[in-house]
């Protein structure tokens, strides 16, 4: 298990509360992404005790009630340490990356230590503003152990504020010229019924929130294209597949993610975060440039029409961080 953490303490502490809740064993790797909140020393509190955890309200705070006993062994180590060490420890462990190295480089840190050890198999890559059912890591290694062949599996990711809806089964569908995705099951209600090998045959990328991997993937196709920084990372990756690995589905593992809780990567018309517009932008226009070049002209005026949509809406400065991004200039 790989969680990155960014100024997001609160959302960590909450992800490793369900966590820890599970009815199957996992190792769970912490990285660290040079947080300037001192969220390391904040997780550190809570695990001893020092800083008590309240559950939140709501339904969901079920998955995280009553608060684990503590305290709760962490093992702290630096990047350097973590790429040198021999062994992984059981629990948890926290990897100060010593910098922000995006989503693909932290989780690469961390994937690079998990397979240190030769007995884990599979890894899973969850973001820390997710909160899981007991039972989700059990029903993952169930789905991977059935068929060797799959490389990549997703799970059920459902809105963390409007539990009662899916953000998506397993991952997305992709449309080739515009560089957009189309969340399969995106806004459905949960009681709607839907068949998982039809949704693993449909899903063209896993959806990064909640993306398990093989150790056969990584040692074959490799680890995520650090250059993205934030998005396209997981897009790269089922292109780079070419078909390699089956993509798996684990529809009995249940995730519940607030989505942009972390860099504000909101689904919604308008609320995207400034940071988010920026590197959506400007990984799109790296992704075709790397995997699709006779496409990637073709992704300028596409991104003027979405520049345009930011004017219209009256939001100059997105407008203006869009256009930097779209034509290779820093933020």
């Known amino acids: 298990m790989v ?25 769970i790797i912490l990285v660290d992404n040079a947080s300037e909140d001192g969220s390391i020393e904040t997780i550190l ?19 995280t009630t009553p608060p684990l006993p503590k305290p709760i062994a962490i093992t702290r180590l630096s990047a350097q340490e973590a790429e040198a060490a021999t062994t992984v420890a059981d629990g948890i462990t926290i990897i ?15 994937l690079r230590h998990a397979l240190i050890d030769p007995a884990i198999a599979y890894c899973w890559c969850l973001n820390n503003d997710t909160v899981v059912e007991k039972s989700a890591v059990r029903a993952v290694v169930s789905r991977m152990d059935a068929t060797h062949r799959i490389g990549m599996c997703g799970t059920v990711v459902r809105y963390y504020h409007r539990p009662g809806t899916f953000q ?47 150790r ?47 860099i504000g990567s909101s689904g919604k018309k308008g609320n995207r975060s400034d940071l988010s517009e920026y590197y959506l932008m400007r ?18 005026p596409v991104g003027l029409m979405q520049i345009a949509r930011r004017v219209l809406r009256r939001q100059p400065k997105k407008a203006w961080i869009m256009t930097r991004a779209l034509f290779g200039l820093g933020r």
């Open 3 to 27: 969680i990155i953490n960014w100024n997001s303490a609160e959302n960590s502490i909450e992800c490793l509360e369900s966590l820890l809740r599970s009815d199957a064993p996992a190792r």
């Open 45 to 63: 509190q809570w695990a001893s005790g020092e800083l008590p955890y309240q559950p939140p309200t709501g339904p969901l705070g079920r998955l």
């Open 96 to 110: 100060d990356a010593g910098s922000n190295r995006g989503f693909a480089g932290g989780n690469n840190l961390g």
């Open 168 to 214: 998506a089964l397993n991952g997305s569908r992709f449309r080739m010229l515009t560089g957009s995705s189309n969340g399969i099951g995106r806004g459905q209600p949960v009681n709607r019924p839907f068949d998982p090998q039809r949704v693993a045959r449909e899903t063209d990328f896993v959806l990064g929130a909640s993306l398990v991997v093989s």
């Open 216 to 262: 056969a993937f990584l040692e074959t196709v490799g680890f995520m294209e650090e250059s993205y920084f934030l998005y396209f990372e997981e897009m790269d990756w089922s292109v780079r597949n070419r078909g390699r690995f089956a993509i798996g589905f684990a529809h009995g593992a249940i995730v519940y993610h607030k989505e942009g809780g972390s």
């Open 283 to 300: 990984s799109r226009v790296k992704f075709y440039r790397r995997n699709f070049p006779l496409l990637w002209p073709l992704q300028y």
